[in-house]
Structure formats: structure tokens, C-alpha cells
């Protein structure tokens, strides 16, 4: 989880923060990623702006676009919620984002040979979920909740106030009903949802319902409103 109170309407304070995150369920990081997929981890290089670029052979692939070689990025430090990585070692890998993949020490990426359960589901029922276009709706098992996000930081009454760029994607400045914005990037949670998608206009997020998710697309609206 990446949300920060709103202290300045563009500014991302980073340092001082440390990594707290709520370990996700498999549904959850199934219905959260874009890219899926195990591989032996082969070189590893600093990338600017504080991260790690992290190249994977590829040996098998459960969701995402790219070839039989993919190059993610990670925060350089675990107080930033990056993931140690190691060379010529094998992991399975759950990333977010479009062209730029991120993982996070707050994914179910681990060890392949930890991995024996997600590689299972993914293998007999959970790859042909993840195998399904992220923003096409999701039946099936009831989604889980995080604790830790506020209520009022939810998709119903999000309200999209600013959007800006890093060289890595977009970032959304999003008002909740308690009058506090929070940072943004796909991946991230709210109460009821999860970000889905961030380009230079709207915000778009699954919420979920039930046992069933619909996607919600939000437009910006200059703050205040």
C-alpha cells in the first residue's frame, strides 16, 4: 500500500516512511496483477529514482504481455517496500503496472520452491482467472478486504483531485470523505476496490461487491471541487 495524507498537492514524501502492508490473499493479488509469472532472476542494475531494474528469464508465464525475457523494477530498499532479489535464483513473480511491471515486497512474489501453493491454484484453477483480461469482470470466490485502508477511502465517494507523471507511470491525488488525499498507483487499495489503471485524465478501479467486482472509472476533477 502506497498512500500517503495530502501535504503537498504534488509532492511525494518518500523518505521517512517505512514499508507497512497487509500480507494479500491469492485472490486478491490474482484480481491485482498485471503480470504473472516464474523466472530465474539473471541481472540486477540500479534504474534511477530510487529502484532496482530486475531482469527474469522467463520460465513459465500466467498473465502479461511480453516476451521469454522481462525487466521489472523494485524499490532499492526494504524500508521502501522493495524485494531482495538474487541473482540465479528462481521466484515466482506477481508484478503491477502496464509497460512498466513494479514489484513490491507487498506482493506474493517469493521463492519458487516456497511457492508450491499459488503455483497450484495458478496451475489447476487460478491460471485460468489470471489468464483473463484484469479489466474485464470477475466472478467466483468473494473477494477479500484490507483492514488497514480507511473506510472513507473508498471507490463510491473517491474523488479524482490531481494526476501527475513519474518516469515510471502516473500517480493519482485521490480526496476521501475525511477530507485527506492520498497517492495512488495501480496496485493500490482502497476500502472497497483496488486501482486498476491511471492515465492523464481518470482513474479507473475494480470495486468489489459481494462476490462479484465491477469496474469504475473516474474522471478528474480539479480541487477543490
Do not use: W
Not at 20 to 27: A, G, L
Not at 39 to 57: D, R, Y
Not at 74 to 93: P, S
Not at 161 to 181: E, F, Q
Amino acid at each position: 500500500m502506497r498512500f500517503l495524507a495530502f501535504l503537498a498537492l504534488f509532492s511525494i514524501a518518500a523518505a521517512g516512511y517505512p514499508c507497512t502492508c497487509e500480507y494479500p490473499s491469492f485472490t486478491d493479488q490474482v484480481a491485482e496483477a498485471t503480470a504473472i509469472f516464474s523466472g530465474k532472476m539473471t541481472e540486477i542494475e540500479p534504474a534511477g529514482n530510487n529502484q532496482l531494474g530486475v531482469q527474469f528469464e522467463i520460465i513459465k508465464k500466467y498473465r502479461g504481455s511480453f516476451n521469454r525475457n522481462i525487466r521489472i523494477k523494485t524499490a532499492e530498499t526494504t524500508e521502501a517496500c522493495g524485494y531482495v532479489f538474487e541473482v540465479d535464483q528462481e521466484y515466482l513473480v506477481y508484478a503491477t503496472g502496464n509497460e512498466n511491471f513494479e514489484v513490491s515486497l507487498c506482493s506474493r512474489t517469493r521463492l519458487l520452491k516456497e511457492a508450491s501453493d499459488d503455483l497450484d491454484k495458478l496451475e489447476r484453477g487460478g491460471a485460468r482467472e489470471a489468464d483473463r483480461d484484469p479489466f474485464v469482470e470477475m466472478k467466483g470466490e468473494k473477494f477479500g478486504r484490507t483492514a488497514s485502508v480507511p473506510k472513507e477511502l473508498n471507490v463510491t465517494n473517491a474523488v479524482i483531485v490531481g494526476i501527475t507523471k513519474k518516469s515510471d507511470g502516473y500517480i493519482a491525488l485521490v480526496r476521501a470523505t475525511n477530507n485527506k488525499v492520498y497517492f495512488l498507483q495501480v496496485g493500490d487499495k482502497l476500502h472497497d476496490g483496488v486501482v486498476l489503471r491511471i492515465d492523464s485524465k481518470a482513474v479507473t478501479f475494480r470495486q468489489f461487491k459481494g462476490y462479484r467486482s465491477v469496474l469504475v472509472k473516474k474522471e478528474l476533477r480539479p480541487f477543490p471541487d
